[in-house]
């Protein structure tokens, strides 16, 4: 069965530290790959998406992922957090032909001043 | 354009009660999906429709669940009777029938079982 995992379940962060979230995915076949962010309060909006091509993408904010298909991993990154990034981050993994995401446990970040 | 809109914000019963969520998707999209998010996990998909069609409701447990989608068009989820650990977010979601920017999600349902 599809799995995500996500390696770090809470991270906290002083402003301007770089940020890299972690995130393996299961599953042979061809993927399409997506970080959604959850801000408080508020509902899960899409921040990047891998489908093909360069596997280093740039999404919203300043965040980027890169798709290592050898380490089935999808890692989210941003060289300076700010405190407006707090928020709950998830990856997510579609594959097959019904849209169907599966979706990792979350991490929720917390960027301090 | 508007978004996907869920409603209530926020519902608490009793167990055994039953409570009922709806579900507006944006305009033109053929597919609509539940999830349940309970606190601490990411969400799981409970019930995906392709217009009033089902595709996927192998995660929803049907002794108690129950999802419709009328026309195509506004979705209801069920719950009779309600237990403690229904407790969660219940998100809708809606999508193209190959979306390629994935979905957009409503701003859930949060649902309290006492």
């Not at chain 1, 995130?23 to 959850?38: A, D, E, H, K, R």
């Not at chain 1, 990154?77 to 594959?95: G, H, I, M």
């Not at chain 1, 097959?96 to 995401?101: M, S």
């Not at chain 2, 195509?72 to 309600?82: E, F, H, R, W, Y």
């Amino acid at each position: 069965a599809q799995s995500v995992s996500q390696h770090n379940h809470h991270v906290i962060l002083s402003e301007a530290a770089s940020l890299e979230l972690g995130c393996n995915y299961s599953y042979g076949g061809t993927v399409n790959l997506f970080w959604y962010v959850q801000y408080p309060g508020q509902h899960l909006q899409l921040l990047l998406k891998y489908f093909s091509g360069d596997p280093l993408v740039k999404g919203i904010k300043g965040f980027e992922a890169e798709f290592i298909k050898s380490k089935f991993s999808f890692n989210l990154r941003k060289p300076s957090v700010q405190w407006s990034d707090t928020a709950e981050y998830f990856c997510a993994v579609r594959s097959g032909g019904y849209n169907k995401l599966i979706f990792g446990a979350g991490t929720r970040l917390a960027v301090h001043p | 354009e508007a978004g996907v809109a869920q409603s209530p914000r926020y519902k608490i019963i009793e167990k055994r009660q039953s409570v009922a969520f709806w579900c507006n998707p944006i305009s033109g999209h053929a597919t609509l999906y539940w999830y349940q998010q309970i606190l601490g996990q990411g969400p799981k998909l409970l019930i995906q429709f392709q217009n009033n069609g089902v595709v996927d409701d192998s995660q929803l447990p049907k002794d108690r669940f129950s999802a419709e989608r009328l026309k195509g068009v506004d979705s209801t989820l069920k719950i009779q009777p309600a237990k403690l650990e229904d407790s969660a977010v219940y998100l809708c979601a809606s999508s193209l029938i190959r979306e390629a920017s994935g979905y957009t999600f409503g701003s859930g349902t949060r649902l309290t079982v006492v």
